[in-house]
């Protein structure tokens, strides 16, 4: 390539001395000169443009000019520096109705840079973002535009690069996290730093977004690091409602987040202490004293062990501490295994004799229940028969659920419902048409 350009530059330069070292007299002569040296240039140009080409075929390379890219603003010279302007930037309070502002805009730009600086150092800024984060200290960091994200982390949704962060250590942590990507040979030591404070953090949001950032770096290799801190912080007390609503978001205890991050990994041993978790004492809006189901333990359960956490599905179910709604959101779940389990049957069993019922009613209310009944039955048969590519043994479990329902209305709605959905069944164990289906299934008929 170098040889190429050599020769160009020599061939171009060659022609201007010629063509500048020429009188006007020998104008004629001159231009019968120039267009023969012109076209034996074209010619040269024209050889040299094919050997090039054929050498970079043979070469199967494409070369790629990457263009730095340059943000203006003040610069820090080192990580301590930077550490420093961002611990004490006015960003701790959200105020968006008055706070989008162009300086709060220009003050974000900054924000973002200096945390791209304090990345682009790379291993020598490993040692100062330690000591920082060994200190214990943080602040948030709010955005009052509503146009990146920092409002979503209060509601316990994790981004696993924020571009804006949401408080110093998450900002802090993501540097390590980039650093240990781009300097394999520093990988360890930006794994150490992030287990020291996996270690150290009471706070359930650092330790979901830990989670993902470990797994990023290294994954499944500190999942039991992980696992373990999680199940920590859940033995804690939960402290009251009208305790977490005065809390910092970033202290709150996320609960359903350190339950998900066991459902997701599959983790079977909290499941007793989950169990005794199911109910919890709070307030309502009134701010009334009441017991109510909590659902992140209630979802890890049935998350983990499937159609076995029926059984204690079922029990929860039936505690007379339960509101009728929770009840729906467990007959939601057992709905999933209908026919694979005998607590599942039963408890949609249950709504379907329910069901029936309001279709037999009679007086003023007869339609309205009967609309109620219809509704409930379309819901748990369109259960029945949702899915793709599901196994046979399912699918003739199915079956003989809905068989059981047969002998206990007489309703013809009812039964061209049920003729319908056993037609689907018949159709989801052939192989080629299971193919054609999507998994979605409507149980009604029409009328």
């Not at 249950?350 to 819901?379: C, D, M, Y």
């Not at 046979?392 to 309703?411: G, K, M, N, V």
Request: hydrophobic share 40%; with cysteine; net charge neutral.
């Amino acid at each position: 390539m170098k040889v190429v350009i050599a020769i160009l530059t020599s061939i171009v330069l060659t022609f201007a001395i010629t063509w500048g070292a020429l009188s006007g007299k020998e104008t004629v002569v001159i231009r019968q000169q120039v267009s023969k040296q012109k076209d034996r240039t074209d010619a040269q140009l024209a050889e040299l443009r094919s050997k090039l080409k054929a050498a970079e075929a043979a070469a199967d390379r494409v070369e790629v000019v990457r263009e730095q890219i340059i943000v203006p603003g003040a610069s820090h010279g080192s990580p301590e520096d930077i550490l420093n302007f961002l611990s004490r930037l006015p960003m701790e309070n959200r105020n968006e109705s008055r706070g989008d502002s162009d300086e709060h805009r220009v003050l974000i730009r900054q924000v973002i840079r200096e945390f791209e600086e304090l990345t682009a150092m790379g291993p020598k800024a490993l040692p100062a973002i330690a000591r920082f984060l060994d200190q214990g200290l943080d602040m948030e960091l709010h955005e009052n535009t509503n146009q990146i994200t920092t409002g979503n982390w209060q509601r316990g949704q994790i981004y696993l690069d924020p571009i804006f962060p949401p408080s110093l250590r998450i900002g802090l942590i993501n540097s390590v996290r980039h650093i240990g990507k781009r300097n394999g040979d520093h990988l360890q030591e930006c794994e150490r730093i992030l287990l020291n404070v996996l270690n150290n953090t009471g706070r359930m949001l650092e330790v979901a977004y830990l989670a993902r950032v470990l797994n990023d770096l290294t994954p499944e290799m500190h999942e039991k690091a992980f696992l373990t801190g999680a199940k920590e912080l859940l033995d804690q007390p939960i402290p009251p409602d009208a305790t977490v609503r005065e809390m910092a978001y970033l202290d709150r205890p996320f609960r359903h987040l350190m339950f998900d991050l066991l459902r997701r990994h599959k983790d079977t041993t909290y499941i007793a202490k989950a169990e005794a978790q199911l109910f919890r004492e709070g307030t309502n809006r009134e701010g009334e004293a009441h017991i109510y189901l909590d659902r992140a333990p209630l979802y890890y359960i049935s998350g983990v062990l499937g159609k076995d956490s029926m059984p204690i599905l079922r029990k929860t179910h039936d505690d007379p501490r339960i509101s009728e709604r929770d009840q729906g959101s467990i007959r939601e779940i057992a709905a999933r295994y209908l026919g694979q389990h005998e607590d599942a049957n039963i408890l949609v069993n249950s709504r379907f004799a329910t069901s029936f019922q309001l279709l037999a009613s009679t007086g003023e209310k007869a339609k309205e229940n009967r609309q109620r009944g219809i509704r409930t039955i379309e819901f748990y048969l369109r259960r029945l028969g949702e899915g793709r590519e599901v196994a046979p043994e399912i699918i003739a479990q199915r079956q003989q659920f809905l068989a059981t329902l047969r002998p206990q209305t007489t309703d013809k709605e009812v039964i061209a419902m049920m003729d319908k959905l056993d037609t689907h069944l018949n159709d989801m164990r052939d192989p080629e048409k299971a193919k054609k289906m999507n998994g979605r299934y409507d149980a009604r008929v029409k009328r």
